[in-house]
């Protein structure tokens, strides 16, 4: 089980940080990342990190503004968000992958002002 926090409103120029809370499996096992569905938009990749965190990687749209971390002692994974967009504006999920998939229920992030 995934599920994502501190989703809200935020004016642009302003920051967020993303939590993804993990349960039921061998989190120390799985490659997280970080999707966002725009409205009317699909669902797109915007973040990864590996099972130990050394890697990450990023879509060009958030490089340099978003961070991806994890803590494998707590189970968690973050997203910090900085300099916000409108273009920003979406719901993001969490993702764990290791062997089967598992997905958060999502959080919205609404940027305006």
């Known amino acids: 089980q995934l599920v994502e926090s501190g989703g809200g409103l935020v004016q642009p120029g302003g920051s967020l940080t993303l939590s993804c809370a993990a349960s039921g499996f061998d989190f120390t096992r799985a490659y997280m990342s970080w999707y966002r569905q725009p409205p009317g938009r699909g669902r797109e990749l915007i973040a990864a990190i590996t099972m130990g965190g050394g890697t990450t990687n990023y879509a060009n749209s958030v490089k340099g503004r978003f961070t991806i971390s994890r803590d494998n002692t707590k189970n968690t994974m973050q997203l910090q968000m900085e300099d916000l967009e409108p273009e920003d504006t979406a719901v993001y999920f969490c993702?764990?992958?290791?062997?089967?998939?598992?997905w958060g229920q999502g959080t919205q992030v609404t940027v305006s002002s």
């Open positions: 993702n764990a992958q290791l062997g089967r998939e598992f």
